[in-house]
């Protein structure tokens, strides 16, 4: 499966503000690159966590019909599916109604399932031959442990600029993030 960002997000779950407030930094020399550390420890955690913190819009693609009609998907909070569409041979596409399945939003992954009973043609392309498109973040209601977690990262990222380890999480912010792993049982 592909999965392809399509609007990313219009803004930082922390602000310049805070960061610098975070740093105890008045002066105004260092404001792109803290700029460029809230970014990177933003794009950091949801990596590693497979979550999006701020809103965004996503294409998932898939060759074919999940055998048990249900699309796991791997980016968590789902606020909402826009459409899925099935692709002919010729890459015509055509609208599933929504009638014809439902989000689950209660799980991690969260899924997409066809209701029961529905059956539906083979995609006409081989590859790629269905589209979801979703909507992924907190929107407006982002956690706060997230926030002070990327407050950590940000300023442990400022204070070791240029030591070679870099790019790992502070322990706080590990902590701070500690309910958001995604575990799977075997």
């Known amino acids: 499966m592909a999965l392809i960002l399509i609007t990313p ?9 805070e ?18 550390l ?7 955690v949801e990596s590693r966590y497979g979550i999006n913190i701020m809103q965004q819009s ?3 693609f898939a060759d074919a019909w999940p055998v048990d009609g249900i699309f796991h998907l791997p980016l968590w909070p789902v606020l909402s599916v826009e459409s899925l569409t099935s692709f002919a041979d010729d890459d015509t596409g055509s609208l599933i109604d929504p009638a014809h399945y439902y989000l689950d939003q209660a799980t991690r992954p969260p899924r997409l399932a066809v209701r029961v009973g529905r059956i539906f043609a083979p995609p ?4 790629n031959g ?5 909507t992924s973040g907190f929107g407006v209601l982002i956690p706060q442990e997230i926030k002070q977690a990327l407050l950590a990262v940000v300023a442990d990222w400022y204070q070791h600029r240029g030591d070679e380890q870099g790019g790992t999480l502070p322990p706080a912010a590990l902590e701070l993030l500690s309910a958001y792993r995604n575990v799977r049982l075997s």
Do not use: Q, V
């Not at 809230?38 to 950091?44: K, S």
């Open 9 to 17: 997000p219009t803004g930082e779950p922390i602000s310049l503000a």
């Open 19 to 36: 960061a610098k407030a975070h740093l105890r930094l008045t002066i105004n020399d260092d404001d792109t690159y803290i700029s460029t």
């Open 38 to 44: 809230m970014i990177a420890a933003r794009r950091a």
């Open 58 to 60: 996503w294409s998932l």
């Open 124 to 127: 006409g392309r081989k590859i």
């Open 130 to 134: 269905l589209k979801l498109n979703f």
